[in-house]
Every structure is written in C-alpha cells, then in structure tokens.
C-alpha cells in the first residue's frame, strides 16, 4: 500500500512539475525556436530579392512599425522575441532548466488542441452548410510557401496577438477599475475580434465572409484561452499545427 501511495504521489508531483515548465518562458522559447527558424530561413531562401512578400501579416506589420521608428534590420523582430522571453524568465526568476520530456509533452499538447480546433471548425462547417453559398477560407498557393506562411502566422499572430495585445488590453480594462476576471474576459474576447479581423485588412487580406470571420473569432478565443491555461509555447505550437495540417495536408488530400 505504501509503495502504491509513492508511486502515485511521484506521478501527481510529475504532473505538476510538467505543467509549470511548460509555461516557463525560457522551454517555450527552446520550445519555438526551430519553427521560428524554420520561417525565417524560408522567407529568406524562397522570398529573393522580395522576402517581403511571403512574410506573414502580423510580422510584416510590426516590422513596419519598427522602420517606422528607424529600426530595419532583417532579424530585429526574432530577436526581440528572444529578448522579451529571456527578460520574461529572469524577471519571474524560474530555473533554468530545460526537459525534454517536458518539450515532448508540449508538441504532444500541440498536437491535440490543434485537433480540437479542427473538430470545432467542422461542427460549425455543418451548421454553415445550412445557410446558402458558403465561403472556403484558404487560398490556394505553393505547399513549400504554405508552410512557411502558416509557420510564420504560429508565431508572429500569438506574439502580436496574445503575446502583446492581450496583455494590454487587460491592463487598459484594468485601468479602467474593472475586476480581474471581467478585465480578463474583455480583454479575450476584444483580441479575439481585432485578430479575426485583422486577417482582411490591406491588399493581400482574404475576401470576407461570415463564415471564415466567426471561425476565426472563435480560433482566437480559443488560443486566447490556451494562452491563459497552458502558456505562450503551446499556443504557438497549436496554432501553426493547425494551420499546417487544416491548409497544407487537408486541402492537398482533399
């Protein structure tokens, strides 16, 4: 019996330990470095004289807000990135140390919400096959430049969306004396808004539709609400899997 406690007792506090480092700064960091490589190197190597063009939405943005302040170099932005997660950590002052389970169990979570978001556009595909002409959300476009663009939105969307956005708007709601969880829920479903609709703002936004706009209203609540639970890394995993599975591989078999 006593040995059944320990066992028990040692996976309850594995568990644990699991779910605060998977928010910790620094793993999430280690956590989306390889994909925001992987976009980087992309733009770059497939983009030529004109990376610009295959840059994401959100990053292509906050790259021009930095030039608009006189700030243009290629890999500024990462590395704001880097900066802001290590400041992040130092600041809470978590250990530096790094699982590899841990980093499993965070593409394993990744994995699985990503599924979950599929599910739930599907449901709401059936409830829009009801209403007359329903809209496709995706563009067709190379594969190789697809996933790219959707590794890019994985990061760049929850840095600009939820990393920054999110955090400030519940600050504003805050300053504005409201309580925490009122403030919290303001500040979801205020975000979840501006980053549906952000997807057709400029030349290159998609063409609107109720459909794609409510999807990504509820995307950006439920990456909201992932960001809150289970922390930055996840988030990000999430969101690019879902991209990349939902606009690379789905609309390839389809």
């Not at 922390?231 to 899997?241: E, L, P, W």
Request: with cysteine.
């Amino acid at each position: 019996m006593t040995h059944k406690n320990d066992s028990q007792s040692e996976l309850a506090l594995t568990e644990s330990t699991y779910w605060r480092e998977a928010r910790q700064p620094l793993v999430c960091l280690v956590f989306l470095a390889p994909l925001l490589l992987i976009y980087e190197w992309g733009v770059l190597s497939m983009g030529g004289n004109q990376p610009e063009l295959l840059r994401n939405g959100a990053d292509y943005w906050m790259r021009s807000w930095l030039s608009q302040l006189g700030f243009t170099q290629t890999f500024l932005l990462p590395a704001l990135i880097v900066i802001t997660l290590l400041l992040w950590h130092i600041f809470c002052k978590h250990p530096w140390k790094i699982s590899g389970e841990t980093l499993v169990g965070m593409f394993a979570e990744s994995l699985l919400f990503a599924f979950c978001l599929i599910v739930v556009g599907q449901v709401q595909d059936l409830v829009f096959q009801q209403l007359p002409q329903p809209t496709l959300m995706f563009i067709e476009r190379e594969s190789a430049s697809r996933v790219v663009s959707f590794v890019g939105a994985g990061v760049y969307e929850e840095v600009m969306f939820r990393l920054l956005l999110l955090p400030l708007c519940y600050l504003i709601f805050r300053g504005m004396l409201l309580e925490v969880r009122s403030s919290a829920i303001l500040a979801i479903i205020s975000t979840s808004l501006i980053f549906s609709l952000a997807h057709y703002v400029g030349v290159s936004g998609d063409q609107f539709s109720v459909f794609s706009f409510t999807f990504r209203t509820v995307a950006g609540l439920f990456f909201a609400g992932l960001f809150f639970l289970r922390g930055f890394g996840i988030t990000v995993g999430a969101h690019a899997t879902y991209d990349i599975i939902v606009g690379v591989m789905l609309e390839t078999t389809a």
